[in-house]
């Protein structure tokens, strides 16, 4: 299937890793022109080099502090002056961060809110105007907890609830300028996050096996399994392309059938 990306130019914040680079990756097989951006320059450009030698494609990667607007700017200025136009923004970066309320400090909340709500508002308004010359299109990434939170999944219940009301109003504001925006509502993925989780719990239980530390989730899961980085990178990727162009102001569960709401 030609999703027709090629020669596309798309921005991916928390590009070097996860579904950042699992969504860059599949853009880049398709012909796009991929920007990746996180802190961390020398990440950027082994996974940039990484992406390009497997596609044959160019990517680069632009160091970016998301909470930062002034970053923000000049990531967005740096790939202007690169190629000259924008495509697709996915607003990609983020963690997880859950605390109840009781434990949750005012450095957590701030934390999450200025990483996940404030750097997606400020990559959209500056990527609009190039969006909307090439009627683009924005993908966000959220988590079925927005939609419906459980006890002890603040702050980042509250920060993806937030994304998923953004992609709504944003899809509605920017319509007429022919540009679409959607969300995709990520569930349990192997991810570098939970690898850290992993390895932070070997100290307790040193026998403890990767995979037996996924399969603990397992029976959370309709589908029986934790998903992959690249299944959630997909259906990105498919709604910023052609094949979606009637697509706008939906969220997408990625979740294997775990969130209780569609």
């Known amino acids: ?142 988590t079925p907890g927005g939609k419906a939170p459980t006890a002890g999944t603040q702050p980042t219940a509250l920060s993806r609830a937030a994304g998923i009301s953004l992609t709504k109003t944003w899809a509605f504001e920017f319509a007429a300028d022919g540009v679409r925006v959607n969300t995709v509502c990520v569930g349990f993925l192997r991810s570098r996050q939970h690898r850290l989780r992993w390895e932070a719990s070997t100290k307790q239980k040193p026998d403890l096996t990767l995979d037996e530390f996924y399969d603990q989730f397992n029976p959370r899961i309709p589908m029986g399994r934790v998903g992959e980085a690249r299944e959630a990178g997909d259906v990105i990727v498919f709604l910023c392309s052609a094949m979606a162009s009637y697509v706008t102001g939906t969220a997408i569960n990625a979740d294997g059938g775990m969130s209780p709401v569609v």
């Open 1 to 142: 299937m030609d999703l027709k990306l090629k020669d596309k130019v798309v921005v991916i914040t928390g590009g070097s890793e996860g579904i950042g680079r699992a969504a860059a990756e599949r853009f880049s097989q398709e012909g796009a022109l991929v920007a990746i951006a996180s802190r961390t320059q020398s990440d950027l450009d082994t996974v940039a080099a990484e992406i390009s030698a497997q596609s044959g494609n160019e990517v680069i990667g632009v160091s970016t502090d998301v909470r930062n607007e002034h970053s923000v700017k000049a990531l967005i200025e740096n790939i202007i002056g690169h190629w000259g136009r924008i495509d697709v923004l996915v607003n990609n970066a983020g963690t997880s961060s859950t605390s109840t309320l009781e434990n949750l400090s005012n450095e957590q909340l701030d934390e999450d809110i200025n990483l996940k709500v404030k750097g997606a508002i400020y990559c959209t308004r500056h990527a609009l105007p190039h969006l909307k010359e090439s009627k683009g299109c924005i993908c966000n990434t959220t």
